[in-house]
């Protein structure tokens, strides 16, 4: 059967060719504003046509395979299924309002040390409708608790920019009217630091928020960690962020993960103001969740405190990521990776 889930009100109208074009609109308004995924829902659709709807096709944002909740009820993972493929969403209720993380790829192919999406690799990109999908999950379910879903975080598996144009492609969809509506502002990118393609983004003049994953202030320790810098170093990089910034004005994230012993010294903390300072940038902090198959530790909480001072105190605005579903394995790959055993 064929799934409608993804297709625009233009390509539903062409798909369901001869009916009149209002009603590839009502159906886009039941699929996009509704969430509907059964035809017999849409009740100003006549009766015979719903019935022949449901012959021909289906409206599957993804398909459930697990679910778990954090204790304290603030975080929920869902692995989702996409053709075979499995991802990981992450649902996040903070104070200031609910967030989706969501996967890119399946699997990764940039190599980071520290991180667990990577180790087998690339396995496919994500299709738009996928992605989307992935934040129609999560909308369902926010919209079931009476709420909503407030942002969108690109930042589970996978590098977004390394599949371009069906992030782009997304992020449009996200944005129509017909859709969610969502401003650009409501959502992040987080990359690697692919420099052509963060100035792609730009070019696109779509105004989200750009994370780098930076996680050290040398090209030296920058490239061990992460070899997408052997590429691409800290100065052609932190000009891209700076390019983006000022196109957007929107100030540019600099994720640093802290590893103990390997880049959460005063020193690292010196020289990463010393790179940022008199830039629209700011830092956040992401103590190492630690996991399995990766061998490094922790940071102490006093190295985590003095990072942190030490940034705020030398003119870089700079925040430490809360830990949110430790219980539930919210470190990326987690659920994914115990599922394929
Ligand atoms: N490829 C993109 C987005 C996915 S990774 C990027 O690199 O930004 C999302 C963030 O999680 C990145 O900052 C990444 O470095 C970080 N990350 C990966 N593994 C981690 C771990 N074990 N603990 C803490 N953060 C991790």
New binding site residues.
């Given amino acids: 059967m064929k799934n409608l889930f993804g297709l625009t009100p233009a390509q539903l109208a062409a798909e369901l060719e001869p009916l009149p074009r209002f009603r590839a609109k009502q159906i886009a308004a039941h699929i996009y504003k509704h969430g509907a995924k059964d035809f017999s829902a849409m009740d100003d659709l006549p009766k015979a046509l719903r019935v022949e709807l449901a012959e021909r096709y289906e409206i599957k944002p993804a398909e459930l395979l697990s679910r778990l909740d954090s204790a304290d009820g603030l975080t929920t993972k869902f692995l989702l299924g996409f053709d075979g493929a499995a991802v990981e969403i992450v649902l996040m209720r903070h104070d200031y309002g609910n967030s989706v993380c969501i996967s890119?790829q399946v699997g990764?192919q940039?190599g980071?040390k520290?991180?667990?999406?990577t180790l087998k690799g690339l396995e496919r990109n994500l299709t738009a409708a996928e992605m989307l999908g992935e934040i129609f999950v999560a909308a369902e379910i926010f919209r079931g608790e009476g709420s909503k879903l407030d942002s969108v975080v690109?930042?589970?598996?996978?590098?977004?920019l390394m599949n371009f144009d069906a992030l782009i492609a997304m992020l449009k969809l996200l944005h129509e009217d017909w859709c969610l509506g969502m401003s650009y502002r409501k959502v992040t990118v987080?990359?690697?630091g692919v420099v052509p393609a963060i100035k792609k983004l730009r070019d696109e003049k779509i105004p989200v928020t750009l994370?780098?994953?930076l996680?050290a202030p040398d090209d030296k320790l920058r490239s061990a960690l992460m070899p997408i810098n052997s590429a691409f170093g800290l100065t052609s990089l932190l000009a891209a962020g700076d390019s983006f910034a000022e196109a957007t004005g929107r100030r540019v994230t600099y994720?640093y993960?802290l590893l103990g012993g390997v880049n959460d010294t005063e020193e690292h903390a010196r020289r990463l103001a010393k790179i940022l300072s008199g830039r629209l940038a700011n830092v956040n902090l992401?103590?190492?969740?630690?996991?399995n198959e990766?061998d490094f530790l922790p940071p102490t909480r006093n190295a985590v405190q003095k990072f942190f001072h030490f940034l705020n105190t030398h003119g870089i605005g700079a925040t430490v990521r809360k830990e949110m579903g430790a219980d539930v394995n919210a470190?990326?790959g987690q659920l994914r990776a115990k599922f394929q055993r």
């Fill in positions: 890119s990764c940039m980071c520290f991180c667990a999406s690109v930042m589970g598996s996978g590098e977004p987080s990359t690697c994370s780098i994953s996680h994720e993960i992401i103590p190492f969740n630690p996991v990766r470190a990326c």
